[in-house]
């Protein structure tokens, strides 16, 4: 992927994290307090900033499976 193209992968995979906070009734400071990230490491993965250590604590809290982590987000 060149610079400056949309990663669709990675908004779908942004959108799947807003839905599934809402559903658990989080929002993202309960999200960081929940995983043991800052408020901005989980600020930065929603805007696209993908990072393994966030990505697997926030994907522990969440309840998602590692595949989807793999196919959506990476």
């Known amino acids: 992927?060149?610079?400056g193209d949309v990663n669709y992968r990675l908004f779908g995979f942004n959108?799947?994290?807003e839905q599934e906070l809402k559903k658990?009734?989080?929002d993202q400071r309960e999200l960081a307090k929940l995983s043991g990230l800052s408020d901005a490491d989980?600020?930065?993965t929603?805007?696209?900033?993908l990072e393994a250590r966030s990505?697997?604590?926030i994907a522990k809290v969440?309840?998602?499976d590692y595949?989807?982590?793999f196919e959506k987000a990476i």
């Open 24 to 26: 658990k009734g989080l």
């Open 46 to 49: 929603f805007q696209g900033t």
């Open 55 to 57: 990505i697997q604590r």
């Open 42 to 44: 989980v600020r930065k």
């Open 15 to 17: 959108a799947r994290l």
């Open 1 to 3: 992927m060149r610079s």
């Open 62 to 64: 969440l309840a998602f």
């Open 67 to 69: 595949e989807f982590i």
